[in-house]
């Protein structure tokens, strides 16, 4: 059984480029949260979903940043015009139901941005 | 949310015990206490979640104070693969983990 799949590993892109991180979460998990973890600092909630649909967005910086979980296909975190500040690794964890179920994320290795 | 505290860092023997502790003295009551672990350039991994009793699985155990307001995460028998971050983190019904900035356990040979 696949855990948590994240692509790329590593990212680089060039201040003003767009980043597109994608989270496979597990077979038969439909609740995804995305985390970043900015260097020397602990991780922060980002934004969670649930297929089609976002639950609670309220880590996510109000502007550039945005996140969808269609229907088919993986999560995607996307970085608009992106600034050497969204240097981080960013994690993505997935659950088979939702928190009130209490059962544990499994979260994924990440994908580490680089802003040159 | 609840705030926690842990120490910034322990050490351990290879193949002896750890104790780990974690106050979290504002918890509601119905937050569990979850434990993760993050080993160098790795995800977090959970580790164990408990209520009110002790928890026991494959990893570890974990204690909880009968009045709620701290718990132990017990590793049996260190191996140098435990050497990590650990957190302790109270979590409601929100999804929404919140990371403090955990114990870095160091596991000497």
């Known amino acids: 059984n696949a855990g948590v799949m994240q692509n790329p590993r590593h990212l680089v892109r060039r201040r003003g480029q767009e980043a597109r991180l994608r989270c496979s979460p597990m077979?038969?998990?439909?609740?995804v949260y995305w985390y970043r973890q900015l260097p020397e600092e602990g991780l922060k909630f980002m934004v969670y979903?649930?297929?089609?649909?976002?639950?609670?967005e309220s880590g996510m910086p109000k502007e550039r940043f945005s996140a969808e979980f269609p229907k088919e296909g993986p999560s995607i975190l996307r970085i608009q015009q992106v600034v050497r500040g969204d240097s981080a690794a960013y994690f993505c964890?997935?659950?088979?139901?939702?928190?009130?179920?209490?059962?544990?994320?499994?979260f994924g290795d990440g994908t580490r941005l680089s802003i040159l | 949310d609840a705030k926690t505290t842990q120490p910034n860092s322990m050490e351990s023997n290879e193949e002896e015990p750890v104790h780990l502790p974690c106050n979290h003295s504002?918890?509601?009551?119905?937050?569990?206490i979850h434990w993760y672990r993050q080993l160098p350039s790795q995800g977090p991994e959970y580790v164990i979640h408990?209520?009110?009793s002790n928890v026991n699985n494959r990893m570890a155990s974990l204690a909880i104070a009968e009045d709620r307001k701290s718990s132990t995460l017990i590793l049996h028998r260190a191996t140098l693969r435990d050497a990590a971050v650990y957190y302790c983190?109270?979590?409601?019904?929100?999804?929404?983990?919140?990371f403090g900035q955990g114990t870095t356990l160091q596991v000497k040979p």
């Open positions: 408990g209520l009110t």
């Open positions: 504002t918890i509601s009551g119905t937050d569990y």
């Open positions: 077979k038969g998990h439909s609740h």
């Open positions: 964890a997935s659950s088979p139901q939702g928190p009130r179920s209490n059962q544990p994320q499994h």
């Open positions: 979903l649930q297929k089609e649909n976002i639950i609670d």
């Open positions: 983190i109270p979590s409601g019904n929100t999804g929404k983990l919140i």
